[in-house]
Nanobody
């Protein structure tokens, strides 16, 4: 089992920045990848960014150059630094972790960007 707890969401004006954190605990040594997903009202959930255990990083085209995913291995924490935020970034952001056989989710944190 893996437990994921997000923090850092909130309300920000367009152009502003936020940093999300995801603290992982449990059997994290089997994780293949961790990432951030988001879901806006009326839309499907989409992958924002993902970092693999070997270090490979992938971003959604819509956030490239604005968002940065990183991890602090000793602290078992995943981060998403979000800059130049746009109203279209408003969504519930969820932390994700996966092994070869299971996928885990955090509870989600709301990010609201005003125009």
């Amino acid at each position: 089992q893996v437990q994921l707890v997000e923090s850092g969401g909130g309300y920000v004006q367009a152009g502003g920045s936020l940093r999300l954190s995801c603290a992982a605990s449990g059997n994290i040594f089997r994780l293949l990848a961790m990432g951030w997903y988001r879901q806006a009202p009326g839309k499907q959930r989409e992958r924002v960014a993902e970092i693999h255990s070997i270090g490979t990083i992938n971003y959604a085209d819509s956030v490239k150059g604005r968002f940065t995913i990183s991890r602090d291995t000793p602290k078992n924490t995943l981060y998403l630094q979000m800059s130049s935020l746009e109203p279209e970034d408003t969504a519930v952001y969820s932390c994700n972790a996966r092994t070869t056989s299971r996928t885990y989710w955090g509870q989600g944190t709301q990010v609201t960007v005003s125009s």
